[in-house]
Structures are given as C-alpha cells and as structure tokens.
C-alpha cells in the first residue's frame, strides 16, 4: 500500500534510475541523512551509476553534497568511489569519502553543523539545485511526515530549485508526532528569539511543508537504515565513563548542578555509550537530553525513567533498537523531539539550557587545547561536527580520550596540538583512562600541570614533563611557555619512525 496519499505527488511516481537522470554534471545536490538515519536510499547509487557511464565516455560528471551530518556507503561510498563528489560538507565517516577528501579529488569544507543551514540561506556556498529527502510519508495535503534524520532537510527542501521525495515505507509510521520542524528561523537582522526554555518544549510542527511545484519525481523505498551495533565498553571506556560520573556527583554535592544535573549532550562512542550506561546504573533521576543523536543507552534511559525527554536531530541507533524504534515510535513519541539541527545544536539553545556537554577527540596539549579533526595535522579523519557548537556554549564543556592509540605509538596528550579545533578557553574538562583534569579557571602553566599528572600514559608523562620544564626555560617567563623547535617534534617522530616514543 502506497504512503503518498496526495495525488498530485503521486502521479510524479518513478524509478530511482529515471529520477536520477534529473541530476545534471556541477549541480549543488542537499541530500538527507544525518548519523547513518534517513539518508536516501536508491538515488545515490543511481547516480553513481550514470556518473560511472559518462566517465566511461570520458564526460566530465560530479556534484556538490550537501548533507545533515555522515550518512552511509549507499550515498558517500557509492558517490565517492566513482569520483562523483566534487565537495562535500559538512560532515562525513566515509572510509572511501575520507580516502577522496585526502587525496584531493574531492573539496571538503568543514564546516559546525549549526552554521550550514544558515549559509545556505545566504548563497554563500553558491545555489542549490536540488534537494533528494527521505521521508516517511507524503499527507493528503502535500506535506510530508520526516524520518528517522531532520538534519538540514527544512532548508533544503525551502531553498533547492527542485525537489526528488524517497518515501521509504520501511521507516515507522508511529514517528508521526515526534517531530518539532520549525520555521521561525531568520537570517540577520531579521533574527527573533528561539523560545526554548526547556528541553521538552515544541516550537514547530510534526511535518515539512514542501512546494508541489518544485518537485520533479518521487521514489518509493522499503530499504533500513544503516544500523551498526556499538561495541562493549573496553576498560578504559568504563574508566573514563567512572571519571566523568564521579565529576558530575562531586558537582551536585558542590551546589554547581541540581540533583538530575542539566540536559546532557553526547557524542558517538564507545566511551558515549559507557557514560548512558553508567548514568543507568548511578545515582541521578528525571535526566534530560539535549544533543544531536539519540543512542541507545538514551532509550534504555528513557525505558527505565531515568531520563524524561531527549531531544536530537536524528537517531544513531544499533539494529536491534532501530527494530525496536520501528515497532514502538508511537509510544516514544512524546519523550524523543527531533528537531531541525540548526535548533538542535543552536547556540542560543545550548547555552540557555545549560547544557553538559562530552564529546570525543584526536589529541590534546598540555595547555587544553583540543584537536578532534586531523590526524598528523594533515590528514582528515570526519569532521568538526556538532562538537564545537556544544562545547563553545555548554555550561561544562569535557573532551575523552584514551591516553594512547596505536597500541601506544602515540600519545593522545602532546606538547601542541597538530591541528587546533577547540581552544583552551572552550575546554573545560579532559578526560582519559589515567584520570581527568578540571581546568577551569587555570592559568596555562597550572593546566599543563594538572593535565600531565592527570591525564597522560605512564609511558609519556616524564617525555611531556620535560618538554615543558625546558619550554618553561626557553621562553623565559611567557604566559603559554612552548619551544616551537620541539612543539610537534613528537608528531615528526611519529611519521618518521612509526612511534612518538624516542628510540
């Protein structure tokens, strides 16, 4: 049985592969997806397709991609594999998009999730041709139920020239009603307050509204999500988790949080899930969350009551609770709020609510500084993400990491940081499996000196004690002491030699 209910959309029924022939060489294509959630499913690979054949010609073919967040091989694997993406933004996992992005045979502009949807409405990266959206379902009346991702799909569908719909039957009808679709937003000077003032309010509607005029062909798909399982917390993960929950009872018994702490945003991780499943089994009632993706210790969470409302922008869920999404989406309806993610990573939003923010990293220095973007300050690993619009605005704001990769062959805490994301004065809090540092309102020298004691492997904490006793000398009494001779020389080591550890 069809989910396009409005006649007029459902006469502009067609296959994935003659929809694809709408897409034309230098297009700007918005496609939906965010975290691995309510990406288009049949298009891309289509694409891919009759990009492979002009090559074959030896027709220059490729495409602008925008997006939510990542999304899946289906659309970034198949696009990138054919050298089909000429840039790509904002955010991506991709193995093969990374190895593309590196190589240079595609642009990536790193760019915080909460800025790209702003700029698309202000042409400043140029016109988008076509949006390609997943959704769940088309109403009676033209609009459309969203999926499993909200992600940039408001914007997208508002500013594209023209419209493709995948209506994907294999999403739930019971996410009908989770979704909070504003559309109060402006560009300046025009810009009103967003009124939320607690995580559970909603501003918008439960659909998108989308111009009949503008679409050019509707696909109809019944194909899942890319789900993966998270795997069980290592044991510096469970430590790392430990810390972070110790941190947060020590700030209620300080009068610093109220009992059920304030709105909680997590990053995606092995360490993330530990902090859910820790957070299930501590001290802590009527939690909430305010972040971009729902995982699954936030449904177990939300299952056992210990968590009132999560608000996101899309799921990241493992195929055992994406089945049980599908099967119980009604029945969340009222505790899960997706929203568009220019709201659900709005600065405004984060730092009104208050809320504690965790997210992963690459390496950290001595002084707080956070890379979590570029491994050997060169090479890109995902992106930026949401990570910095959560930090800069939180109202704790704490960075995880083992201490070491590479089965010790680096250390994730250096004398400098080879590429810098987040600076000293948005971090407030590093933790690893050797312990954490709080480091608010140190002065640079006294962070170096919590976060080596802290925070650094056993096997690193002389090497770095050292650089920064003789850094302390050769600077000759400065506030942020370095000898830029030796500030990456552990990286240089790294790639000459295989290890940060000296011979």
């Known amino acids: 049985?069809?989910?396009?209910?409005?006649?007029?959309?459902?006469?502009?029924?067609?296959?994935?592969?003659?929809?694809?022939?709408?897409?034309?060489?230098?297009?700007?294509?918005?496609?939906?997806?965010?975290?691995?959630?309510?990406?288009?499913?049949?298009?891309?690979?289509?694409?891919?397709?009759?990009?492979?054949?002009?090559?074959?010609?030896?027709?220059?073919?490729?495409?602008?991609?925008?997006?939510?967040?990542?999304?899946?091989?289906?659309?970034?694997?198949?696009?990138?594999?054919?050298?089909?993406?000429?840039?790509?933004?904002?955010?991506?996992?991709?193995?093969?998009?990374?190895?593309?992005?590196?190589?240079?045979?595609?642009?990536?502009?790193?760019?915080?999730?909460?800025?790209?949807?702003?700029?698309?409405?202000?042409?400043?990266?140029?016109?988008?041709?076509?949006?390609?959206?997943?959704?769940?379902?088309?109403?009676?009346?033209?609009?459309?139920?969203?999926?499993?991702?909200?992600?940039?799909?408001?914007?997208?569908?508002?500013?594209?020239?023209?419209?493709?719909?995948?209506?994907?039957?294999?999403?739930?009808?019971?996410?009908?009603?989770?979704?909070?679709?504003?559309?109060?937003?402006?560009l300046p000077p025009d810009r009103k307050p967003v009124m939320i003032t607690s995580v559970g309010d909603r501003i918008g509607q439960p659909v998108f509204n989308i111009n009949p005029e503008k679409v050019i062909a509707v696909v109809e798909t019944d194909h899942e999500d890319r789900n993966t399982p998270f795997k069980a917390a290592d044991a510096d993960s469970e430590k790392i988790a430990g810390y972070l929950l110790?941190?947060?009872?020590?700030?209620?018994?300080?009068?610093?949080?109220?009992?059920?702490?304030?709105?909680?945003?997590?990053?995606?991780?092995?360490?993330?899930?530990?902090?859910?499943?820790?957070?299930?089994?501590?001290?802590?009632?009527?939690?909430?969350?305010?972040?971009?993706?729902?995982?699954?210790?936030?449904?177990?969470?939300?299952?056992?009551?210990?968590?009132?409302?999560?608000?996101?922008?899309?799921?990241?869920?493992?195929?055992?609770?994406?089945?049980?999404?599908?099967?119980?989406?009604?029945?969340?309806?009222?505790?899960?709020?997706?929203?568009?993610?220019?709201?659900?990573?709005?600065?405004?939003?984060?730092?009104?609510?208050g809320v504690i923010a965790c997210n992963g990293m690459i390496e950290a220095d001595i002084y707080g500084n956070v890379n979590s973007t570029h491994v050997m300050g060169s090479r890109m690993q995902n992106g930026i993400g949401g990570s910095a619009d959560f930090t800069r605005n939180a109202y704790i704001s704490a960075f995880v990491t083992p201490s070491v990769a590479k089965g010790g062959a680096i250390s994730c805490i250096v004398p400098m940081v080879s590429h810098h994301d987040h600076t000293e004065h948005d971090v407030q809090v590093l933790i690893t499996e050797q312990g954490l540092a709080d480091l608010r309102g140190l002065a640079p020298r006294r962070r170096a000196k919590k976060i080596i004691e802290n925070c650094a492997h056993p096997a690193y904490k002389d090497m770095l004690q050292e650089y920064f006793d003789h850094a302390t000398k050769t600077a000759n009494g400065q506030q942020t002491p370095h000898d830029l001779r030796q500030a990456l020389s552990w990286h240089v080591r790294f790639l000459e030699t295989g290890t940060m550890l000296p011979a």
């Open 246 to 353: 110790d941190f947060l009872q020590n700030e209620v018994k300080q009068g610093r949080l109220p009992k059920n702490l304030l709105p909680l945003q997590s990053g995606v991780g092995n360490v993330a899930n530990a902090v859910l499943v820790g957070l299930m089994e501590g001290p802590f009632e009527q939690l909430t969350s305010y972040t971009e993706v729902i995982q699954d210790g936030m449904v177990d969470l939300l299952d056992a009551g210990k968590m009132t409302v999560a608000s996101a922008t899309a799921f990241s869920l493992s195929p055992e609770y994406a089945a049980k999404m599908n099967r119980e989406a009604q029945d969340y309806a009222h505790k899960i709020i997706l929203r568009p993610q220019e709201i659900s990573n709005h600065p405004e939003m984060i730092r009104r609510l």
């Open 1 to 186: 049985m069809t989910r396009i209910a409005n006649a007029a959309l459902r006469a502009k029924l067609t296959t994935a592969e003659e929809a694809a022939k709408f897409v034309k060489h230098d297009m700007n294509v918005g496609m939906s997806g965010f975290t691995g959630s309510g990406y288009p499913k049949l298009l891309p690979g289509a694409i891919a397709a009759r990009i492979a054949e002009a090559h074959d010609r030896g027709e220059e073919f490729k495409i602008g991609v925008w997006t939510g967040a990542s999304t899946a091989p289906e659309l970034d694997t198949a696009l990138a594999e054919v050298d089909g993406i000429k840039f790509r933004t904002p955010y991506q996992s991709d193995p093969m998009m990374r190895r593309k992005i590196n190589d240079g045979t595609s642009d990536y502009a790193d760019i915080h999730l909460s800025h790209l949807a702003p700029m698309v409405w202000a042409g400043a990266l140029g016109k988008l041709d076509l949006a390609i959206i997943e959704v769940t379902s088309i109403k009676e009346d033209g609009t459309a139920v969203p999926s499993s991702s909200v992600g940039n799909n408001k914007s997208f569908l508002d500013l594209a020239d023209k419209v493709i719909l995948e209506v994907n039957s294999w999403q739930s009808e019971g996410l009908e009603g989770m979704h909070d679709v504003y559309y109060g937003t402006r």
